[in-house]
């Protein structure tokens, strides 16, 4: 009879944490944006923590991806291209050091 409460005890607990075991976290997704003209290209609708912006510069100057909140700098070469990971949900607006005048602004979900 003990043994079988015990048993019982064993298979209550693997059923209780099996769940949280289960629980994957979703692969980060990369998205792109392109500055080129002296501005950025449209901006991804659906960013998460965690996930990537793969930043292309395609103009023939220097530029940044600047955080306000300084929560991530990138500083691209003409026909450079660089990554950076979103750390934080929330909305992060964004600039260029070298042309303040280029903005935007990421809206980023848990």
Same mark, same amino acid.
């Given at each position: 009879?003990? %043994?079988? $409460?015990?048993?019982?005890?064993?298979?209550?607990?693997?059923?209780?944490?099996?769940?949280? #075991? #289960?629980?994957?976290?979703?692969?980060?997704?990369?998205?792109?944006? $392109?500055?080129? =003209?002296?501005?950025?290209?449209?901006?991804?609708?659906?960013? %998460?923590?965690?996930?990537?912006?793969?930043?292309?510069? =395609?103009?023939?100057? %220097?530029?940044? #991806?600047?955080?306000?909140? =300084?929560?991530? *700098?990138?500083?691209?070469?003409?026909?450079?291209?660089?990554?950076? %990971?979103?750390?934080?949900?929330?909305?992060?607006?964004?600039?260029?050091?070298? *042309?303040?005048?280029?903005?935007?602004?990421?809206?980023?979900?848990?």
């Amino acid at each position: 009879m003990r %043994r079988a $409460v015990i048993a019982l005890q064993a298979v209550s607990f693997a059923l209780a944490i099996a769940p949280a #075991a #289960a629980v994957v976290a979703p692969k980060p997704t990369t998205h792109t944006i $392109v500055i080129d =003209k002296m501005k950025f290209g449209a901006v991804p609708a659906s960013v %998460r923590v965690g996930d990537i912006i793969l930043w292309i510069n =395609k103009d023939l100057f %220097r530029h940044t #991806a600047t955080a306000r909140d =300084k929560s991530f *700098h990138i500083d691209l070469q003409p026909k450079q291209s660089g990554r950076t %990971r979103v750390t934080k949900a929330g909305a992060i607006p964004f600039y260029c050091v070298y *042309h303040p005048g280029m903005k935007g602004q990421l809206n980023v979900a848990e």
